[in-house]
């Protein structure tokens, strides 16, 4: 069973996947794999370098996500150069992660721009976790002390809620408390694990 799993910056959707974990889940999750495909020493790391320049690293020669992250934000152009260069990276190696789940497992990937790359259709089953933007920019502000203009530069360089959620499969509401998604999260695995996959839950 291969589940995507996406949400809009701020939305919860770390939270519904250390859930899902929790559950049994074999979560595979795309940041995790963003940065190390671009670790010190890998061809993605070169890759980075050869497009955008030296300046692009730290001092102790790790990409400066910080700094890249305010290019590519900036100019769509260069966010597909660094698209061009990581997703495919990071897909190989979520393959051979994915590959070495044991057999029958409800195999999560955690992709924040599923919905952007347009990869719903790999997926047995997709699920997104919704809320309305008011809420992501209200957290972006509180809970990252984040610029309100970047706050709505980060939310407008995403897909809508409405684009998320036409690929959805199920939709999870993260508007209640920790224990109102802990309850819809579980729902949702039970439903996955009765469509067929196996898991080892606690």
Do not use: C, W
């Not at 955008?52 to 020669?61: D, I, N, S």
């Amino acid at each position: 069973m291969r589940v995507g799993l996406t949400g809009g910056i701020a939305s919860g959707k770390s939270t519904v996947s250390a859930l899902l974990a929790e559950l049994g889940a074999v979560v595979i999750d795309a940041d995790r794999l963003a940065r190390e495909v671009v670790a010190p020493g890998t061809p993605g790391l070169e890759r980075i370098v050869a497009a955008f320049g030296p300046e692009v690293l730290t001092p102790a020669g790790e990409m400066d996500r910080p700094k890249v992250g305010a290019l590519v934000f900036a100019d769509p152009e260069l966010l597909r150069t660094l698209e061009g260069i990581i997703h495919p990276l990071v897909r190989e190696r979520g393959s051979e992660l994915e590959a070495s789940a044991p057999a029958g497992s409800v195999v999560v990937h955690d992709i924040p721009l599923l919905a952007e790359t347009g990869q719903a259709d790999r997926f047995d089953a997709v699920i997104v976790v919704d809320v309305p933007q008011a809420t992501q920019l209200e957290r972006l502000l509180r809970d990252r002390a984040m610029p309100r203009e970047d706050a709505l530069a980060r939310i407008g360089a995403q897909a809508s809620r409405e684009d998320r959620r036409a690929v959805a499969t199920y939709v999870i509401e993260n508007i209640g408390t920790r224990e109102d998604l802990r309850d819809k999260v579980a729902e949702v695995f039970d439903s996955l694990v009765a469509s067929g996959g196996r898991t080892d839950r606690r």
